[in-house]
């Protein structure tokens, strides 16, 4: 008797020290997804999202995403249910981000204490809809994210319906490696300091609003194998000073208009005066793409890297007073890094109603170190100064004359 309860005992021990196996199986999809049958599950991660609690989620509106969703758990399968709401008569919404059905998105992130995910692998599960799979728009970019500490750097791995196909609507299981998995441009020192995880959905033009369930969410981080970041060799300015005066076609035709699906061009020439660039705007509403809000980019390159932890820029420019009085059009002013300063952008907004008494008047406005005391955005990669011009709805079209932007480094 005593043997047989010290093998029961001895076998419940072993029993109790047996990881949990998951008895489904998933298909196997793009890289960073893998079909496992059977596989023995990690007991505990450095980090587990919690999914029953939708008040976690923040939805993201910045860069085309919208609050066309409705976020609910299923406590039954321990998931997050995300619902679109959008439908067929978006297309006819009086409000541009909703008409945009291309391009427009559903963002949502939960965030974790600041981590070191270089040697991070990540698994989740999700149950994406056969409606979907079928129709095969809507797209998935899951992402690790920087927060404030590390610039916002986005890390993005796309999976397309067909990369869900084999699941037959059922839930699949996804694994993505940090370091080798992220799409775009993956780097370690992108994946530094990452505070949010973030599911997007791209709509592309999908009309299916079935309920996407997600569960599972977890991250570990492989400490041991993170190897420490080296710092950033300095940048030696290779001038202190330019001066880009747009009084004559070379130097005009330096500055580049960038479009996409969230800025559009405009209209460039020298002025009859040969005075300056005349910015003419094509944001009316019979000139635009549906849905697109009309945002004007455009950047002066400077032709290498710079650091700009103390700088000064001044943009003349001589405004309307058309725009003045109708009170829509905001300007930014703006520096960019490169490729290899992964584009991080620091902007600062200048309202029309602060320099109302210069309507139709030549006036310049500077940007400097000063604008960023609150952001700390990396600026030692500078490649780009820029101006935004964005018409929140303007219904003008009157040219804007850009004389002249100069800088000054230390």
Not at 11 to 24: D, F, G, I, N, Y
Not at 83 to 106: F, G, K, Q, Y
Not at 244 to 259: H, K, S
Not at 345 to 363: H, I, P
Request: hydrophobic share 40%; charged share 25%; with cysteine.
């Amino acid at each position: 008797m005593k043997t047989w309860a010290c093998t029961l005992i001895a076998c419940l021990l072993v029993a109790l020290a047996t990881p949990a196996v998951r008895a489904a199986d998933t298909a196997k999809g793009s890289a960073g997804s893998i079909a496992v049958r059977g596989e023995v599950r990690k007991v505990s991660h450095d980090f587990q999202l919690n999914m029953l609690d939708p008040a976690l989620w923040t939805v993201d509106t910045v860069h085309l995403g919208t609050r066309q969703l409705q976020i609910d758990a299923d406590r039954d399968s321990e998931a997050t249910v995300i619902r679109p709401t959008w439908s067929v008569s978006d297309l006819a919404s009086p409000e541009a981000d909703i008409r945009n059905v291309e391009h427009s998105r559903l963002h949502i992130y939960q965030t974790i204490k600041a981590s070191d995910c270089t040697q991070a692998d990540v698994e989740f599960e999700i149950l994406i809809p056969m409606e979907y799979i079928r129709e095969g728009k809507l797209r998935l970019v899951f992402s690790l994210q920087a927060g404030a500490k590390g610039d916002y750097l986005f890390n993005g791995k796309t999976f397309r319906m067909s990369d869900f196909s084999g699941a037959n609507g059922q839930y699949q299981r996804v694994r993505v490696k940090a370091g080798e998995d992220f799409t775009d441009a993956p780097s370690p020192k992108k994946l530094r300091a990452i505070e949010r995880v973030n599911f997007i959905f791209h709509r592309n033009g999908s009309m299916v609003a079935a309920p996407i369930r997600i569960r599972r969410v977890t991250i570990d981080l492989n400490s041991d194998r993170i190897v420490p970041p080296q710092p950033d060799a300095k940048v030696i300015n290779p001038r202190s000073q330019y001066a880009f005066r747009y009084d004559t076609e070379p130097v005009i035709a330096g500055v580049v208009a960038r479009t996409s699906d969230e800025t559009m061009d405009i209209g460039r020439r020298l002025d009859d005066a040969s005075s300056g660039l005349l910015l003419t705007p094509m944001w009316l509403k019979n000139q635009m793409p549906a849905g697109h809000s009309g945002k004007v980019s455009l950047v002066q390159p400077l032709g290498s890297m710079h650091d700009f932890e103390r700088f000064q820029i001044k943009y003349t420019l001589n405004i309307p007073r058309a725009y003045f009085n109708e009170g829509k059009l905001d300007l930014y002013l703006f520096i960019q890094a490169g490729a290899e300063g992964f584009h991080r952008w620091s902007g600062s907004q200048r309202r029309l109603s602060s320099f109302v008494a210069n309507a139709d008047r030549d006036v310049v406005l500077t940007l400097t170190e000063r604008d960023f005391a609150q952001q700390g955005k990396q600026r030692n990669q500078i490649e780009f100064v820029g101006l935004q011009l964005i018409p929140n709805g303007s219904a003008l079209n009157q040219p804007l004359l850009l004389k002249s932007i100069e800088v000054q480094l230390p």
